[in-house]
């Protein structure tokens, strides 16, 4: 993969901002190692503040993820059963479309042979 000048200045300056986190830059010409060690040594912090959580605020942010996930899945069946009779109102719709057109033709049809002598 070759970068523009411009690309690599920011790629560069990406890893001089992230230098603390993982102490590479300018080590690669085009910055991508850098970028991936960067990625890398985020997550892991992300990680560490995760496990440096006391408990307790771990088990409340986990039962608050589950009862969104609930309420979520809820709200999901609730949405496809509501698409569903959507789906069956339509069609009914089109039916009953259907024989009103079939009876309009069968009175017009009716008419006409009344009045044809």
Not at 2 to 9: E, F, N, Q
Not at 13 to 31: H, K, M, N, Q
Not at 51 to 57: G, N, V
Not at 67 to 72: G, N, V
Request: overall charge positive; hydrophobic content about 50%; some cysteine.
């Amino acid at each position: 993969m070759r970068l523009g000048r411009c690309s690599r200045r920011v790629l560069r300056a990406f890893c001089v901002l992230a230098e603390p986190v993982c102490r590479v830059y300018f080590l690669c010409p085009v910055g991508v190692p850098c970028v991936r060690r960067v990625g890398n040594a985020l997550e892991q912090q992300a990680a560490a503040a995760r496990a440096a959580l006391p408990y307790p605020q771990r088990a409340e942010a986990q039962a608050a993820l589950d009862a969104l996930e609930a309420s979520r899945t809820a709200l999901r069946t609730g949405m496809e059963r509501a698409q569903h009779s959507l789906k069956q109102a339509e069609q009914a719709y089109a039916a009953a479309q259907a024989a009103v057109d079939a009876l309009q033709a069968q009175a017009l049809a009716a008419v006409l042979m009344e009045e044809t002598p």
